[in-house]
T-cell receptor, first 110, second 113 residues
Framework: QQPVQSPQAVILREGEDAVINCSSS?????VHWYRQKHGEAPVFLMI?????EQKGHEKISASFNEKKQQSSLYLTASQLSYSGTYFC???????????FGGGTRLMVKP | DSGVTQTPKHLITATGQRVTLRCSPR?????VYWYQQSLDQGLQFLIQ???????AKGNILERFSAQQFPDLHSELNLSSLELGDSALYFC????????????FGPGTRLLVL
């Protein structure tokens, strides 16, 4: 079953913060976050494993609440380059087959 | 550049035809995944191969098949094509299974007329 992402879309000004949520009805082994720009391939941002630590990448970080089967992606001091569609992909076992959420469209304006 | 290559970049064909999409994984990666992305369905997992063997199957139609060769490149075969098969097809690779990052290729854009 597909994880649910919220919000579906968000518009920010440069320097503002955003949070994107990903929620699953199944117990999760891992959560993967990707950013995709229009017409391009999804680009890997980070992976969170069951029992693992919160990950960070520059000004983008994420958390994974195993009990609630939820993950959140935190974008701080957003830059124009952060614009794109963010997808979470969830795996319910170690096989790594990912089920992707519907995506969150993020637009950062000057 | 993720290191994953896919050919061709674009493909235009007619209904009822058969096409083959090719993917070369990153050097050293043993797992290959195929995904389909369409406007109304989002990113859908099709199939995974690990070191030449099928590992997992997702929403892959019976008209579609794939294989991974000894040199680890993979091919996705789509036959009896329908208009609804028009989509972006991505290949991704990872170093293994068990919580590894997947790196996506640039995709093949298929248009069925």
């Amino acid at each position: 079953q597909q994880p649910v992402q919220s919000p579906q879309a968000v518009i920010l000004r440069e320097g503002e913060d955003a949070v994107i949520n990903c929620s699953s009805s199944k117990a999760l082994y891992s959560v993967h976050w990707y950013r995709q720009k229009h017409g391009e391939a999804p680009v890997f941002l980070m992976i969170l494993l069951k029992g693992g630590e919160q990950k960070g990448h520059e000004k983008i970080s994420a958390s994974f609440n195993e009990k609630k089967q939820q993950s959140s992606l935190y974008l701080t001091a957003s830059q124009l380059s952060y614009s794109g569609t963010y997808f979470c992909g969830t795996a319910d076992n170690a096989g790594n087959m990912l089920t992707f959420g519907g995506g969150t469209r993020l637009m950062v304006k000057p | 550049d993720s290191g994953v290559t896919q050919t061709p970049k674009h493909l235009i064909t007619a209904t009822g035809q058969r096409v083959t999409l090719r993917c070369s994984p990153r050097s050293g990666d043993l797992s290959v995944y195929w995904y389909q992305q369409s406007l109304d369905q989002g990113l859908q997992f099709l199939i995974q191969y690990y070191n030449g063997e099928e590992r997992a199957k997702g929403n892959i139609l019976e008209r579609f098949s794939a294989q991974q060769f000894p040199d680890l490149h993979s091919e996705l075969n789509l036959s009896s094509l329908e208009l609804g098969d028009s989509a972006l097809y991505f290949c991704a690779s990872s170093g293994g299974t068990g919580g590894r990052a997947q790196y996506f290729g640039p995709g093949t854009r298929l248009l069925v007329l």
